[in-house]
């Protein structure tokens, strides 16, 4: 498939080796969104689609541990860690927690784009999908599309409304809390959230 296609978050908090490795994989015709703390990044996570996480070990506010296994706990997405320990033990630690390759600062940008490309391949080879498809009536969830449709015309709806639904479908009558579904759609505990999911089920219902 395209590049075009592709999605990738970058996580980095230095912004020098954030905005090169940025510039680099748009050069390569990679849609990238680059932030620079954890917190950001699961903010940006749970509102878009992405095709390949590049995760800083070592960041402020949410560290790359605690984002990689809230990502990893919600989502198949790859995930590239970067950091600048290159002990054995700490890369063990990355792939346990879900990372799929690890990179070892300083690195080339072209090596980069090399393993992003290779392991967004070696993806699309292991998960051609069985499409997962949801249906209620009029109501279509295309969950493998990442697409709702009501009476034949597609429903705009955010990551996390679309999260929630398709949780909420796949087990019709089953009763979750409000914190559940916190846990469901975000893959962690961020405060303020919960009422939010209030609001997502109103949207939900209109």
């Known amino acids: 498939m395209p590049n075009d296609t592709r999605r990738i978050l970058l996580v980095e908090d230095e912004k020098a080796i954030r905005d090169a490795v940025a ?6 015709n990679y ?5 620079g703390d954890g ?3 699961l ?9 390949l996480v ?9 560290p790359g541990e605690r984002v990689c296994r809230a990502i990893r706990d919600n989502s198949d997405v790859p995930i590239i860690m970067l950091t600048a320990k290159g ?7 990355g792939l346990e927690l879900g990372a799929d390759d690890y990179l ?3 690195f080339s940008p072209r090596e980069l784009v090399a393993r992003v490309r290779a392991l967004l391949r070696r993806v699309h080879a292991d998960s051609e999908p069985q499409r997962e498809v949801l249906e209620f009536g009029e109501l279509t969830i295309d969950v493998s599309g990442h697409k709702v449709m009501v009476s034949g015309k597609e429903v705009d709806l ?4 679309f999260k929630l639904l398709t949780t909420l479908s796949r087990y019709p009558g089953r009763v979750y809390s409000r914190m559940e579904l916190v846990e469901k759609v975000l893959g962690y505990d961020f405060e303020g959230y919960e009422r939010t999911i209030d609001s997502h089920v109103k949207n939900l219902r209109a």
Do not use: C, N
């Open 23 to 28: 510039a680099y994989l748009e050069r390569e």
């Open 31 to 35: 849609w990238v969104s680059a932030v």
């Open 39 to 41: 917190q950001e990044a």
């Open 43 to 51: 903010e940006e996570f749970s509102k878009h689609h992405f095709d």
């Open 54 to 62: 590049i995760l800083d070990l070592m960041l402020p506010h949410v």
């Open 87 to 93: 002990e054995v033990e700490d890369r063990i630690i």
């Open 104 to 106: 070892v600062k300083p």
């Open 158 to 161: 955010t990551a996390s409304e």
